[in-house]
Protein backbone atom coordinates (compact mmCIF):
# COMPACT_ATOMS: atom_id res chain seq x y z
CA UNK A 1 0.00 0.00 0.00
CA UNK A 2 1.66 3.50 -0.86
CA UNK A 3 1.03 5.92 1.38
CA UNK A 4 0.82 9.94 -0.11
CA UNK A 5 2.26 12.58 2.62
CA UNK A 6 0.70 15.90 2.01
CA UNK A 7 2.91 18.24 0.97
CA UNK A 8 3.32 21.39 3.29
CA UNK A 9 1.81 24.27 2.23
CA UNK A 10 4.61 26.16 2.21
CA UNK A 11 5.94 24.15 -0.72
CA UNK A 12 3.33 24.07 -2.72
CA UNK A 13 3.88 27.86 -3.47
CA UNK A 14 6.23 28.31 -6.35
CA UNK A 15 9.99 29.19 -5.28
CA UNK A 16 9.85 32.45 -6.92
CA UNK A 17 6.63 33.21 -4.84
CA UNK A 18 8.86 32.08 -2.01
CA UNK A 19 11.28 34.52 -3.05
CA UNK A 20 10.09 37.63 -3.60
CA UNK A 21 7.68 36.73 -0.29
CA UNK A 22 10.99 36.67 1.77
CA UNK A 23 12.66 39.71 0.14
CA UNK A 24 9.34 42.17 0.80
CA UNK A 25 10.03 40.97 4.46
CA UNK A 26 13.74 41.58 4.18
CA UNK A 27 13.07 45.35 2.59
CA UNK A 28 10.21 45.41 5.45
CA UNK A 29 11.81 44.82 8.37
CA UNK A 30 14.92 46.50 7.01
CA UNK A 31 13.08 50.01 6.94
CA UNK A 32 11.37 49.43 10.31
CA UNK A 33 14.52 48.99 11.92
CA UNK A 34 16.18 52.21 9.92
CA UNK A 35 13.08 54.17 10.50
CA UNK A 36 12.79 53.58 14.68
CA UNK A 37 17.00 53.40 15.01
CA UNK A 38 17.13 56.40 13.34
CA UNK A 39 14.08 58.30 15.58
CA UNK A 40 15.94 56.80 18.49
CA UNK A 41 19.21 58.64 17.88
CA UNK A 42 17.83 61.69 16.70
CA UNK A 43 16.75 61.60 20.46
CA UNK A 44 19.76 60.95 21.97
CA UNK A 45 21.31 63.54 20.27
CA UNK A 46 18.93 65.90 21.24
CA UNK A 47 20.75 65.66 24.45
CA UNK A 48 24.19 64.41 24.12
CA UNK A 49 26.50 65.50 21.33
CA UNK A 50 27.92 63.36 18.65
CA UNK A 51 30.88 61.90 19.26
CA UNK A 52 31.69 61.04 15.59
CA UNK A 53 30.32 62.16 12.40
CA UNK A 54 30.76 60.29 8.98
CA UNK A 55 32.76 63.04 7.66
CA UNK A 56 35.43 62.91 10.52
CA UNK A 57 35.34 58.96 9.52
CA UNK A 58 35.87 59.70 6.05
CA UNK A 59 38.17 62.71 6.19
CA UNK A 60 40.53 60.88 8.42
CA UNK A 61 40.59 57.18 6.09
CA UNK A 62 41.12 60.04 3.29
CA UNK A 63 44.46 61.31 4.91
CA UNK A 64 45.91 58.30 5.55
CA UNK A 65 45.54 57.27 2.31
CA UNK A 66 46.65 60.28 0.65
CA UNK A 67 49.79 60.10 3.53
CA UNK A 68 48.91 63.40 5.17
CA UNK A 69 46.68 62.28 8.57
CA UNK A 70 44.97 64.75 9.86
CA UNK A 71 43.32 63.74 12.60
CA UNK A 72 40.34 65.23 14.51
CA UNK A 73 40.14 68.20 16.42
CA UNK A 74 37.20 68.90 17.85
CA UNK A 75 35.75 70.47 21.44
CA UNK A 76 31.97 70.51 22.19
CA UNK A 77 31.20 73.92 23.78
CA UNK A 78 27.24 74.80 24.42
CA UNK A 79 24.88 77.16 23.01
CA UNK A 80 25.93 79.56 25.29
CA UNK A 81 29.18 79.23 25.37
CA UNK A 82 29.72 80.09 21.54
CA UNK A 83 29.82 83.91 20.84
CA UNK A 84 26.45 85.70 19.55
CA UNK A 85 28.81 87.28 16.43
CA UNK A 86 29.52 83.71 15.48
CA UNK A 87 25.71 82.02 15.43
CA UNK A 88 24.96 85.62 13.46
CA UNK A 89 27.47 85.09 11.02
CA UNK A 90 26.73 82.05 10.07
CA UNK A 91 22.57 82.40 10.02
CA UNK A 92 23.70 85.54 7.76
CA UNK A 93 25.94 83.63 5.14
CA UNK A 94 24.08 80.27 5.18
CA UNK A 95 20.86 80.35 5.56
CA UNK A 96 19.12 84.07 6.45
CA UNK A 97 15.54 82.79 6.52
CA UNK A 98 16.91 80.23 9.30
CA UNK A 99 14.05 81.58 11.66
CA UNK A 100 11.16 81.34 9.48
CA UNK A 101 11.23 78.01 7.32
CA UNK A 102 10.29 74.45 8.29
CA UNK A 103 13.96 73.21 7.41
CA UNK A 104 13.36 73.67 3.77
CA UNK A 105 13.71 77.11 2.03
CA UNK A 106 10.97 76.85 -0.27
CA UNK A 107 12.46 80.17 -2.04
CA UNK A 108 16.09 79.67 -2.18
CA UNK A 109 15.40 76.07 -3.94
CA UNK A 110 13.12 77.42 -6.65
CA UNK A 111 15.57 80.44 -7.32
CA UNK A 112 18.43 77.66 -7.22
CA UNK A 113 16.91 75.68 -9.50
CA UNK A 114 16.04 78.76 -12.16
CA UNK A 115 19.81 79.41 -11.78
CA UNK A 116 21.29 76.23 -12.49
CA UNK A 117 18.65 75.61 -15.64
CA UNK A 118 20.31 78.99 -16.83
CA UNK A 119 23.57 78.10 -16.36
CA UNK A 120 23.29 74.65 -17.98
CA UNK A 121 25.44 72.74 -15.49
CA UNK A 122 28.71 75.59 -15.56
CA UNK A 123 28.14 76.05 -11.83
CA UNK A 124 25.67 74.36 -9.74
CA UNK A 125 24.16 76.54 -7.17
CA UNK A 126 23.02 74.77 -3.80
CA UNK A 127 19.65 75.81 -1.41
CA UNK A 128 20.92 73.80 1.59
CA UNK A 129 19.65 75.50 5.29
CA UNK A 130 21.18 75.17 8.10
CA UNK A 131 19.46 71.91 9.32
CA UNK A 132 20.16 70.39 5.78
CA UNK A 133 23.73 70.59 6.25
CA UNK A 134 23.30 69.50 10.40
CA UNK A 135 21.64 66.52 8.92
CA UNK A 136 24.10 65.69 6.49
CA UNK A 137 26.93 66.35 8.43
CA UNK A 138 25.73 64.66 11.72
CA UNK A 139 24.05 61.29 10.20
CA UNK A 140 25.13 60.88 6.32
CA UNK A 141 28.12 61.71 3.97
CA UNK A 142 28.90 64.18 1.48
CA UNK A 143 27.66 63.47 -1.89
CA UNK A 144 24.54 64.69 -4.62
CA UNK A 145 22.85 61.04 -5.29
CA UNK A 146 19.54 60.90 -4.88
CA UNK A 147 19.79 58.31 -2.20
CA UNK A 148 21.85 60.91 0.00
CA UNK A 149 19.60 63.98 -0.83
CA UNK A 150 16.78 61.85 0.57
CA UNK A 151 17.76 60.34 3.82
CA UNK A 152 18.91 64.61 4.28
CA UNK A 153 15.31 65.42 3.71
CA UNK A 154 14.19 62.80 6.01
CA UNK A 155 17.00 63.39 9.17
CA UNK A 156 16.00 67.40 8.45
CA UNK A 157 12.01 66.68 8.86
CA UNK A 158 12.99 64.72 12.19
CA UNK A 159 15.84 67.43 13.46
CA UNK A 160 13.54 70.47 12.82
CA UNK A 161 10.49 68.24 14.97
CA UNK A 162 12.32 67.31 18.23
CA UNK A 163 15.56 69.41 18.17
CA UNK A 164 14.15 73.13 17.29
CA UNK A 165 16.04 75.54 16.22
CA UNK A 166 18.49 76.45 19.13
CA UNK A 167 19.44 72.80 18.97
CA UNK A 168 20.12 72.36 15.55
CA UNK A 169 21.91 76.08 15.45
CA UNK A 170 24.17 74.23 18.35
CA UNK A 171 25.04 71.55 16.58
CA UNK A 172 25.87 72.83 13.47
CA UNK A 173 28.26 74.96 14.78
CA UNK A 174 30.18 72.03 17.05
CA UNK A 175 30.30 69.97 13.99
CA UNK A 176 31.00 71.55 10.74
CA UNK A 177 34.39 71.31 8.98
CA UNK A 178 36.62 74.18 9.61
CA UNK A 179 40.12 73.20 8.04
CA UNK A 180 41.86 69.88 7.69
CA UNK A 181 40.79 67.80 10.89
CA UNK A 182 39.23 70.93 12.37
CA UNK A 183 35.60 70.75 13.37
CA UNK A 184 33.41 72.78 15.25
CA UNK A 185 33.60 76.79 16.27
CA UNK A 186 35.77 75.97 19.31
CA UNK A 187 38.41 73.88 17.52
CA UNK A 188 37.92 76.56 14.61
CA UNK A 189 38.73 79.52 17.17
CA UNK A 190 41.42 78.51 19.28
CA UNK A 191 43.44 77.17 15.64
CA UNK A 192 42.52 80.81 13.94
CA UNK A 193 42.45 83.29 16.40
CA UNK A 194 44.33 81.44 19.69
CA UNK A 195 41.20 82.27 21.90
CA UNK A 196 37.90 81.05 22.92
CA UNK A 197 34.32 80.41 20.69
CA UNK A 198 32.78 82.85 23.82
CA UNK A 199 35.17 85.36 22.63
CA UNK A 200 35.19 85.75 18.84
CA UNK A 201 34.47 89.38 17.51
CA UNK A 202 32.26 90.17 14.90
CA UNK A 203 35.55 90.73 12.70
CA UNK A 204 36.60 87.00 13.27
CA UNK A 205 33.14 85.42 13.12
CA UNK A 206 32.72 86.80 9.74
CA UNK A 207 36.44 85.23 8.71
CA UNK A 208 34.82 81.51 9.60
CA UNK A 209 31.72 82.08 8.27
CA UNK A 210 32.92 83.56 5.01
CA UNK A 211 35.35 79.84 4.65
CA UNK A 212 32.67 77.94 5.21
CA UNK A 213 31.78 76.94 1.87
CA UNK A 214 35.62 75.39 0.87
CA UNK A 215 37.28 75.37 4.65
CA UNK A 216 40.26 72.95 3.73
CA UNK A 217 40.91 75.77 0.63
CA UNK A 218 40.63 79.14 2.28
CA UNK A 219 42.02 80.00 5.99
CA UNK A 220 40.51 82.43 8.21
CA UNK A 221 43.77 83.99 9.67
CA UNK A 222 45.62 84.03 6.04
CA UNK A 223 42.13 85.62 3.78
CA UNK A 224 42.70 85.74 0.15
CA UNK A 225 41.29 89.30 -0.94
CA UNK A 226 37.86 87.06 -1.62
CA UNK A 227 37.50 86.09 1.71
CA UNK A 228 38.70 89.94 3.19
CA UNK A 229 35.65 91.24 0.83
CA UNK A 230 33.66 88.27 2.10
CA UNK A 231 34.51 88.68 5.84
CA UNK A 232 33.46 92.47 5.59
CA UNK A 233 30.09 92.06 4.23
CA UNK A 234 29.57 89.67 6.82
CA UNK A 235 30.54 91.35 9.77
CA UNK A 236 28.47 94.67 8.68
CA UNK A 237 25.49 92.36 9.01
CA UNK A 238 25.45 90.72 12.01
CA UNK A 239 23.58 93.84 14.05
CA UNK A 240 20.37 92.90 11.77
CA UNK A 241 20.69 88.91 12.39
CA UNK A 242 18.12 87.35 15.13
CA UNK A 243 18.69 84.32 16.71
CA UNK A 244 16.37 81.86 18.45
Known sequence: ?????????????????????????WVFWSIVIFVVSSVVLVFIYKFIPPILTPLMVIRSIEGVFNGKAVGIDK???????????????????????????DGFDWKAIEAAKRYNERMKGKRVLGAST??????????????????????????????????????????????????DGIYGVEAASQFYF????????????GALAAIVPNPRKWSASQPTKYIKKRTSLISSQLGGVKLP
Open 1 to 25: MVVYKEVPEHLQTPMWKRILRSLFR
Open 75 to 101: SWVSYDEMSKNIKKALIFSEDKRFLQH
Open 130 to 179: ISMQTSKNVFLWHGRNYLRKGLEAYFTVLIEAVWGKERILEVYLNVIEWG
Open 194 to 205: RKSAKDLTSREA
